[in-house]
């Protein structure tokens, strides 16, 4: 039988159908019952153990069905069976592809004998992780929730905080072999009805073989594929997603991964935390400020050093000067060598705290950058004042709300200071502007990326 081809009457062709589809899986679980009708009518349930829930399989359908009274045998006999024995969350099918497809979902599969088609039980389950804390996106005040990688459960956190008929859902499979789940959230009225169209041209007109996580669709979705800045935010917070959905963006929930994209996206979307919206006015401008100096601190220091050191040192105060000058006397490599080979460090040792386990990562991290740090100066490799504007650096870059911007700033960095040590000052000022003139060429779905945003938060509101 083609997968393409519709179920028949007999159970043993089917489940031999559904068996040669799935190649004989192992996980694959088939239980066979008699059905309560006059006389008994043979019947087959199929599904993959360890992606549908026993729990559900057992309450929901093993139970209803041996205990349930006799059904008469008439033509209409499965209606009866589904509506009076059966839960209520269940649907039909007919082909043998759509049977296979609900078993890959976790679902389970009713075969009957003498009818042409199969009942799809939604028994969706098997071990989960449970709604935690962020683990990349902190906050001291604020909800302490965050996604986990159940697609319902991720809807289901945005549907509590936004109790309105207007909250609109749409679902798409996306990948030919992994057939992922993909929803898109949007506040109908709110929404910029040119950007849903572009989102879901996208999307329906995407030939991905396999998406496992919302990167993927990050990358259909780019008006840009080639460029250094993130042009489409990701959070793992309900409440971030919320606030967005009010300003008229669009949420995209791919089924797998706790991480929500956010769009369209502006460059100062990167800037904002969740937590700006809990504290007063004033606090939050303060605190908005000192991440766009921090940024700009984490993009330009070891330029501006490299450059002073290099090429500008009439900008240096006399005495400053002369107590940089001595602290690098006797250091053998020039201002840019320097630089780089404590930056290069540092990103190694922040790497390294990464991916090692927690309870050591964090240790590892800070006693490695303190010892590299102090050593490296004794040794006579770099000056004291590369440490200090190396640190600067990285504490600055740790401020923003933003993983993606912040691996962003660290590439142009490497950028600005060979620029900047090569053609001085006037490279950095030349790279700059060349910088922001892509940004103000960047698009996110049509949207200028340094806009404002959207219409609802030009309005007034807050992402």
Known sequence: MNLQDSLAGSLKQNKQAI???????????????????????????????????????????????????????????LKKLTQRVLASDLSA?????????????????????????????????????????????????????????????????????????????EEYVIGEVSSTK???????????????????????????????????????????????????????????????????????LVDGTPFVLLCPTSFKHYFYSPEDQYQSKMAGKLILFL??????????????????????QALIPTSLLISLYS????????????????EVTFEILREAGVRLPRAIGQAVSIVGALVIGQTTVQAGLVSTAVVIVVSITAISSFTLPNYSLAITARMVRFILMFVTYFLGYYGLMLATIMFMGHLYHLTTLGTPYMSKGTQAEKGGGNS
Request: proline fraction near 5%; charged fraction near 25%; glycine fraction near 6%.
């Open 93 to 169: 099918g007919s082909t043998c592809k759509e049977a296979v497809q609900a078993i890959l979902e976790g679902h389970t599969v009713l075969l009957i004998e003498g009818y042409s088609g199969f009942i799809d039980l939604e028994t969706t389950g098997g071990a989960r992780r449970a709604v935690e804390e962020p683990s990349s996106q902190m906050v001291i005040r604020g909800p302490k929730e965050s996604f986990n990688e159940t697609l319902r459960t991720n809807t289901a956190l945005i549907r509590r905080r936004l109790k309105t008929p207007d909250l609109k859902l």
């Open 291 to 312: 991440r766009y100096a921090a940024f700009f601190l984490s993009v330009f220091a070891p330029s501006i050093y490299i450059g002073m050191i290099t090429h500008h």
């Open 327 to 342: 602290q690098r006397e006797g250091v053998p490599f020039p201002a840019l060598i320097e630089v780089l080979i404590m």
């Open 19 to 77: 068996t040669n589809a799935l190649h004989t899986m192992q996980d694959l679980s088939f239980h066979s019952l008699l059905l309560p009708s006059q006389p008994a009518v043979e019947g087959c349930l199929i599904r993959l153990k360890g992606i549908s829930d026993d729990t559900k399989v057992t309450e929901k359908v093993l139970h209803p069905l041996l205990y349930a009274n006799e059904l008469p045998l008439k033509k209409d006999f």
């Open 182 to 252: 993909v929803n898109l959230m949007y506040i109908e009225g709110k929404v910029s009805p040119e950007t849903l169209r572009l989102v879901k041209e996208r999307l329906t007109s995407n030939e991905s073989k396999i998406v496992l996580e919302s990167g993927y669709i990050e990358r259909i979705l780019q008006d840009h594929q080639v460029t250094l800045f993130p042009t489409m935010n990701n959070t793992e917070r309900p409440d971030e997603v919320v606030s967005s959905l009010i300003a008229g963006r669009i949420a995209l």
